[in-house]
């Protein structure tokens, strides 16, 4: 089954599993679906508890987070990641705010999925992937959607906690399959999954044990699986091996399996479609430069996407983008 | 239908009603009860005592205890900056309140939230104008979805009727015929500024509009506003969606610690139809001074015993 | 009065409209050339000429022709993610916009804004529903304080209503008095959302309850609208404040590319009474098929030369 | 005068010399003159130029932003920099898209003045200091007030260019005297302004030169301010000698003088009052230590406010925010 439809059925199990759940969004009502189609078929079996809304994102944001503190578990669906901008206000001062403002005596624990990212030509408003803005939001979970992880985990740990959560789905990988590892493996690459307590698991690939690995690629979402691509092709046609460490859940991050990958290889490339500066990337390089100070051969290289708004034009849209031939570039440099 | 203005703990009668009261009598000595609190805060501010801001409900305390009255376990007021008054008649916490504004560990929220950013059951509030709206839209459709025909109440003022997402949230509510009451409170300013610079056309209307229907009154009278909303909450209650109880009321302190740059004489007036002004009459003088006199011995032991706190 | 829109730069008259010709005939060539350059634009989609996504406005070509005509040099327009016709009404510019959504650097924003990101002059366009809106309205103050009796002119669609920066803006235009002029195209949808599940109350009352009056028509006859926008144009120019024209018509197409869920019926009965076919009916036939043909002709050069830009 | 004041003053003079500039914003006109009463006067003196607005921060932005598409230079003030948030939309999205979607056919120069920051009791929704989530977003530059920046210079580039700036000021900078550079002092440290082409100065302050000092201090607004107090009291008390570098704009950041400074004393902390983790100081690390590899004695210090809501009650705000203690604590560490 291709990703989005994992991820419906992902959330008709939640429904079916837990009558808290609540989903809001626009035009996620059958037979449409969702712009992107992950929730077909679900407004049809929970009429009351799937509620396509009006183009309101402040309010559906608001109302989820009036439901959160009733004791619901509201998931809304951000249409685009870009009109995240809209729920910004609802993020910090309110969803976010409320377990400490009113000193533990209510949760607001709000999942917010929102279709992000570029490469399809939709144009500087539809294509960005806004969430570095959200990093560091304090009491804010960011997880990220990969082919390595299965969003019924994701989910099932969503549902399990009282804390609110942005959960960003890159587009391209709504059409791909999930990749789960299989026995230790994914493809041809070894997978071995590390985890904190109390955080997603983070999954690490390579085709070497880590030991022999040149450099660590930290990289989430549809990144990660260019990057696995271009670690896989790397290792196959020239012996350069790099480990790639893809986290769910991006912020607060599960430092140890990244440092552990670092402090084998000595040599460390963030990749993110976001814009560079200020960045995903930056906290982990400057985390990284502190834990492991005098202990990494080069510097923390952060590829990030140029900063500037993102081009219709294809061309201009991939000049602007993160590609595997950045990371190529960055993973050669670095080892 | 049993009021959730009495929560069990902190609450002392001689704040919030002697049994047996009669409920004119109730209604005099809670509108006291939060004038004398307000008024008690500034001058601890003043003292140096507080920190931080706060927002006084002088003149609009009939709108908080009309409304609370009609309110029963189960239900949720969600309210803004100025929420003293409708957390007192919700709860009669007094002491959790200054406590809280005092900052200390205490306070409803152990001094994090402060004035404007209160919780206890069934009330919550928030400082950020216009946001608290679509939540306590989210409490009325979780109220809706449970089918426990439990009521959500917000407080707005006029100037929160600026904010977007207000009427994002209104479109909602009717849509959806969510159990939600707006009470807007029309204190004829928003901070320094005059209703008429801040809104253009018609106050009423515009919930109207969006398929919310509106219940208009400009009175300081609690017998006249609690019959109204007691109206109001009922409706709201038999599930026939969202209203909207507009008051027009009057704000007599200062928006907050600030200067007041409001004309007197306008200010003037209207202390002579402030809510206590206009029940206060219904009382003999013998039953007021009773009362005022409860009201200030009670509230100096809570301030006595809000000071002691660590 | 000189229109804005025969821009000077890359239009041809075949599309916009002859010298001399009546303005019936003109009516017609415009709103056909609108139609034929949307049909080809998915046309060309299918064939994988282009990427990105694209709006179609079909069916909605005769409020673009009708309220462009009114304007002049120093209005300005602010439009939507189904912007074409806007444009194209505006210019004529059908090989910069073409060229833009094809992604070549001959667009006009060089293929960085492509479909819903347009810049010309007196005319900018933005996918983000609603933001436009205080935009425009910051155009509009900025012929106010310039005195220049320039309009400032905004579309947008019917779920746009959704959004509260539209309330707040309206607030403000009205308290300003500013010369905005709101077209709200009620086409019934929000790309899968029928106009009820997405609003509630009525939608011209919330226009006129903030203050702002407004102009109500069901129609795609291009000569009625075009006599009303006339007015309200005429109108907000002559200073009295914003105001609303609110269309009641009918998106033909799917919303983007992709599927249409809509009832088959509905969408059949709407194609008896679109723009063409309604205005085609003033022209004669021979008129009709020589015009058809002339906009044919030129669209097709157009394609051609758009297709071997670099 | 107070920094309050010399503020107003400077958009008088902005108001008088250029008939292009219009004050937006909630309760600025008079006789209130604004939360903070910096446009006190204004509105008497430019009634249709400066005006008060209903609470539309959402709005107050968008109008702006058609505003300057026309060709106007709008300044819209946001009573407290927490409702930044209200205006994240339009800034993202619009505002700081139009001159790179348009190709360059528009220029949008907004300028948002933001009154930030806490120390004051106003609570979790009153007290934040946002700026962070601002970062990094393409094409907006982001300037903090501080007293050693004088506005009159500040706003001068502002007007003369034609990009959107945020600009921050910490409320308790306000009723504080600017402490501009006098003959190369500030008090008794050692004033020095660099300046990149194209960028607002960065002021260096220390009690001997550079090349003496133990330590760098990267701080801006409030805080620098804090961190000045330190560096002095360390340098007459304990001959413990830092060096404060004290940019005006933040985002994109000048780094010439930073780095100047860093490579001189080989040890960097960086003092922000926003929320720990990918803050201001994480970029600050991120490109110090890629850019200063092998060359600094030690990692580079991130000193932050804790990431939480601020609490009301004055200890508690004080636990949670930063102050000279932790300044102080992490110099000490750096030498
Ligand atoms: C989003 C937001 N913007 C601005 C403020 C600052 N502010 C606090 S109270 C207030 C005026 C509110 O007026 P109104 O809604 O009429 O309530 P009132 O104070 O009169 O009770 C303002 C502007 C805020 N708290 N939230
Ligand atoms: C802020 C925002 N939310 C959601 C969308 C996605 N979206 C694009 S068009 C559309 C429907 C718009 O409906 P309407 O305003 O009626 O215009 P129409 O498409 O019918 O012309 C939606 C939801 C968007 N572009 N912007
Ligand atoms: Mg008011
Ligand atoms: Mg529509």
Same mark, same amino acid.
């Given at each position: 089954?291709? @990703?989005?439809?994992?991820?419906?059925?992902?959330?008709?199990?939640?429904?079916?599993?837990?009558?808290?759940?609540?989903?809001?969004?626009?035009?996620?009502?059958?037979?449409?679906?969702?712009?992107?189609?992950?929730?077909?078929?679900?407004?049809?079996? @929970?009429?009351?508890?799937?509620?396509?809304?009006?183009?309101?994102?402040?309010?559906?944001?608001?109302?989820?987070?009036?439901?959160? %503190?009733?004791?619901?578990?509201?998931?809304?669906?951000?249409?685009?990641?870009? @009109?995240?901008?809209?729920?910004?206000?609802?993020?910090?001062?309110?969803?976010?705010?409320?377990?400490?403002? *009113?000193?533990?005596?209510?949760?607001?624990?709000?999942?917010?999925?929102?279709?992000?990212?570029?490469?399809?030509? *939709?144009?500087?408003?539809?294509?960005?992937?806004?969430?570095?803005? @959200? &990093?560091?939001?304090?009491?804010?979970?960011?997880?990220?959607?990969?082919?390595?992880?299965?969003?019924?985990?994701?989910?099932?740990?969503?549902?399990?906690?009282?804390?609110?959560?942005?959960?960003?789905?890159?587009?391209?990988?709504?059409?791909?399959?999930?990749?789960?590892?299989?026995?230790?493996?994914?493809?041809?690459?070894?997978?071995?999954?590390?985890?904190?307590?109390?955080?997603?698991?983070?999954?690490?690939?390579?085709?070497?044990?880590?030991?022999?690995?040149?450099?660590?690629?930290?990289?989430?979402?549809?990144?990660? &699986?260019?990057?696995?691509?271009?670690?896989?092709?790397?290792?196959?046609?020239?012996?350069?091996?790099?480990?790639?460490?893809?986290?769910?859940?991006?912020?607060?991050?599960?430092?140890?399996?990244?440092?552990?990958?670092?402090?084998?290889?000595?040599?460390?490339?963030?990749?993110?479609?976001?814009?560079?500066?200020?960045?995903?990337?930056?906290?982990?390089?400057?985390? %990284?430069?502190?834990?492991?100070?005098?202990?990494?051969?080069?510097?923390?290289?952060?590829?990030?996407?140029?900063?500037?708004?993102?081009?219709?034009?294809?061309?201009?849209?991939?000049?602007?983008?993160?590609?595997?031939?950045?990371?190529?570039?960055?993973?050669?440099?670095?080892? | 239908?049993?009021?959730?203005?009495?929560?069990?703990?902190?609450?002392?009668?001689?704040?919030?009603?002697?049994?047996?009261?009669?409920? #004119?009598?109730?209604?005099?000595?809670?509108?006291?009860?939060?004038?004398?609190?307000?008024?008690?805060?500034?001058?601890?501010?003043?003292?140096?005592?507080?920190?931080?801001?706060? =927002?006084? /409900?002088?003149?609009?305390?009939?709108?908080?205890?009309?409304?609370?009255?009609?309110?029963?376990?189960?239900?949720?007021?969600?309210?803004?900056?100025?929420?003293?008054? =409708?957390?007192?008649?919700?709860?009669?916490?007094?002491?959790?309140?200054?406590?809280?504004?005092?900052?200390?560990?205490?306070?409803? /929220?152990?001094?994090?939230?402060?004035?404007? =950013?209160? /919780?206890?059951? #069934?009330?919550?509030?928030?400082?950020?104008?216009?946001?608290?709206?679509?939540?306590?839209?989210?409490?009325? !459709?979780?109220?809706?979805?449970?089918?426990?025909?439990?009521?959500?109440?917000?407080?707005?003022?006029?100037?929160?009727?600026?904010?977007?997402?207000?009427?994002?949230?209104?479109?909602?509510?009717?849509?959806?015929?969510?159990?939600?009451?707006?009470?807007?409170?029309?204190?004829?300013?928003?901070?320094?500024?005059?209703?008429?610079?801040?809104?253009?056309?018609?106050?009423?209307?515009?919930?109207?509009?969006?398929?919310?229907?509106?219940?208009?009154?400009?009175?300081?009278?609690?017998? +006249?506003?609690?019959?109204?909303?007691?109206?109001?909450?009922?409706?709201?209650?038999?599930?026939?969606?969202?209203?909207?109880? !507009?008051?027009?009321?009057?704000?007599?302190?200062? =928006?907050?610690?600030?200067?007041?740059?409001?004309?007197?004489?306008?200010?003037?007036?209207?202390?002579?139809? +402030?809510?206590?002004?206009?029940?206060?009459?219904?009382?003999?003088?013998?039953?007021?001074?009773?009362?005022?006199?409860?009201?200030?011995?009670?509230?100096?032991?809570?301030?006595?015993?809000?000071?002691?706190?660590?």
């Amino acid at each position: 089954m291709i @990703f989005a439809k994992e991820l419906g059925d992902t959330l008709r199990g939640a429904l079916d599993g837990d009558r808290r759940v609540v989903l809001l969004g626009e035009d996620i009502a059958d037979p449409y679906g969702g712009a992107f189609k992950v929730t077909r078929g679900l407004s049809t079996a @929970f009429p009351q508890r799937v509620r396509t809304t009006p183009i309101s994102e402040g309010a559906i944001a608001g109302i989820s987070a009036g439901l959160a %503190l009733a004791g619901y578990r509201p998931i809304a669906e951000v249409m685009f990641g870009d @009109f995240l901008t809209l729920m910004f206000d609802q993020v910090v001062n309110h969803i976010t705010k409320y377990q400490a403002m *009113y000193a533990g005596q209510a949760t607001c624990p709000v999942i917010v999925r929102a279709a992000t990212g570029g490469h399809r030509g *939709y144009g500087p408003t539809h294509s960005q992937s806004l969430e570095k803005h @959200f &990093l560091g939001v304090p009491h804010l979970r960011v997880v990220a959607a990969s082919l390595y992880h299965d969003p019924r985990v994701v989910f099932a740990d969503f549902l399990g906690r009282d804390e609110p959560v942005l959960y960003v789905e890159h587009k391209l990988l709504y059409p791909q399959h999930l990749t789960l590892p299989v026995h230790g493996m994914v493809g041809d690459l070894i997978a071995t999954s590390d985890c904190s307590p109390g955080m997603l698991p983070t999954i690490r690939l390579s085709a070497v044990p880590a030991a022999e690995c040149a450099v660590s690629v930290l990289a989430y979402g549809y990144p990660a &699986l260019l990057a696995a691509k271009v670690v896989e092709r790397l290792a196959m046609q020239e012996e350069i091996f790099a480990e790639l460490v893809v986290p769910a859940q991006i912020a607060p991050m599960d430092w140890a399996p990244v440092l552990s990958s670092a402090a084998a290889t000595g040599s460390v490339v963030t990749v993110e479609e976001g814009a560079d500066g200020w960045s995903w990337g930056s906290e982990a390089a400057s985390v %990284l430069s502190r834990r492991l100070f005098g202990k990494l051969r080069r510097p923390v290289d952060v590829v990030a996407s140029a900063p500037t708004v993102i081009p219709s034009s294809k061309t201009k849209e991939a000049a602007v983008l993160v590609g595997g031939a950045q990371i190529e570039a960055a993973i050669r440099r670095a080892c | 239908m049993r009021s959730t203005a009495l929560a069990p703990a902190r609450t002392d009668e001689r704040l919030t009603g002697l049994a047996g009261e009669p409920p #004119g009598h109730r209604r005099y000595r809670r509108m006291r009860f939060i004038r004398r609190f307000e008024e008690t805060l500034l001058r601890l501010f003043e003292e140096g005592a507080l920190n931080g801001t706060t =927002h006084a /409900c002088i003149g609009q305390e009939a709108d908080a205890v009309a409304v609370t009255e009609h309110l029963a376990e189960g239900d949720h007021i969600f309210s803004n900056h100025r929420c003293h008054g =409708h957390y007192l008649a919700h709860s009669g916490d007094a002491l959790g309140l200054l406590a809280e504004i005092m900052g200390k560990e205490a306070g409803v /929220c152990r001094g994090v939230g402060g004035s404007q =950013h209160i /919780c206890a059951p #069934g009330f919550k509030s928030n400082g950020v104008q216009g946001g608290i709206v679509p939540n306590a839209a989210g409490i009325a !459709l979780a109220n809706q979805l449970a089918g426990n025909g439990a009521v959500s109440v917000v407080f707005i003022g006029d100037g929160t009727l600026g904010e977007g997402v207000v009427y994002e949230t209104l479109n909602m509510a009717a849509l959806w015929k969510l159990p939600l009451l707006v009470v807007c409170e029309d204190n004829r300013w928003a901070q320094s500024t005059p209703v008429a610079a801040n809104l253009a056309g018609d106050m009423a209307a515009r919930f109207a509009a969006f398929g919310v229907p509106v219940r208009e009154v400009g009175s300081t009278d609690v017998e +006249e506003l609690s019959a109204i909303a007691g109206e109001e909450v009922g409706a709201v209650r038999a599930g026939r969606g969202p209203r909207v109880l !507009l008051i027009h009321t009057y704000r007599l302190c200062h =928006h907050s610690k600030s200067d007041d740059e409001r004309p007197e004489q306008e200010i003037a007036e209207r202390w002579l139809v +402030e809510p206590l002004v206009v029940h206060g009459r219904r009382l003999d003088a013998a039953d007021r001074a009773r009362i005022d006199d409860e009201v200030e011995t009670a509230l100096a032991e809570v301030v006595a015993t809000a000071r002691a706190l660590p």
